[in-house]
Nanobody, 124 residues
Framework: EVQLQASGGGLVQPGASLRLSCLASGFIFDKYAIGWFRQAPGKEREGVSFIDSADGNPDYVDSVKGRFTISVDKSKNTVYLRMTSLKPEDTAVYYC?????????????????WGQGTQVTVSS
């Protein structure tokens, strides 16, 4: 059974950093691409960052490029999202998701498996 467990969210001030973790189980990491998505209150879910399983190529949406870094530790079956220079507009519930593909996609509908989400609140 494929399971994803996101953690690491919290309440931080603007400019601070957080590292989200996505612990995966039940599948072979090399055959699944991973994506981080977020959903703010009253808004649609949006993609944030994605990583190919084959070669580890990362992808970022423009709003987080240069501030967020996605990485994979296969020995721990964990995908991380390092977030720096956080802004109030980054406030959302963050989800990790997996798709059985070596290539990541920005389309949420392509991801078959989802974690439960972790709340990130950026406020002074």
């Amino acid at each position: 059974e494929v399971q994803l467990q996101a953690s690491g969210g919290g309440l931080v001030q603007p400019g601070a950093s957080l590292r989200l973790s996505c612990l995966a189980s039940g599948f072979i990491f090399d055959k699944y691409a991973i994506g981080w998505f977020r959903q703010a209150p009253g808004k649609e879910r949006e993609g944030v960052s994605f990583i190919d399983s084959a070669d580890g190529n990362p992808d970022y949406v423009d709003s987080v490029k240069g501030r967020f870094t996605i990485s994979v530790d296969k020995s721990k079956n964990t995908v991380y999202l390092r977030m720096t220079s956080l802004k109030p507009e980054d406030t959302a519930v963050y989800y990790c998701a997996a798709t059985k593909s070596t290539l990541a996609t920005r389309h949420a509908s392509w991801y078959e498996f989802w974690g439960q989400g972790t709340q990130v609140t950026v406020s002074s």
